[in-house]
């Protein structure tokens, strides 16, 4: 079984930065595919960000240009960096990783952007 803990949620204001982290208790480098997805009351639950165990990246619209998701397999640790924030960024965000044909989710960490 995989450990997923999400840490570095905070409350910022509007154009602000924050990075969150994924701590794994795997080593990472064998985990096929690891993710950033948010859940916003009332909304459903929204893919932010994709990396594959090669390298390969993808974003949806709505944050493409503003996150970056990078690995650091040596702490084999998930980072989202979060730049230009707004308050539609507002949201519970949540670690996903796929390994051996199964997948993870951790508990998740609060984002909230108000001025």
């Known amino acids: 079984q995989v450990q997923l803990v999400e840490s570095g949620g905070d409350s910022v204001q509007p154009g602000g930065s924050l990075r969150l982290s994924c701590a794994t208790s795997?080593?990472?480098?064998?985990?096929?595919?690891m993710r950033w997805y948010r859940q916003a009351p009332g909304k459903e639950r929204e893919l932010v960000a994709f990396i594959s165990r090669g390298g390969s990246t993808n974003y949806p619209g709505s944050v493409r240009g503003r996150f970056t998701i990078t690995r650091d397999n040596a702490k084999n640790t998930l980072y989202l960096q979060m730049n230009s924030l707004k308050p539609e960024d507002t949201a519970l965000y949540l670690c996903?990783?796929?390994?051996?044909?199964?997948?993870?989710w951790g508990q998740g960490t609060q984002v909230t952007v108000s001025s």
């Open positions: 795997s080593t990472i480098s064998v985990i096929s595919i």
């Open positions: 996903n990783a796929v390994a051996s044909s199964s997948e993870y």
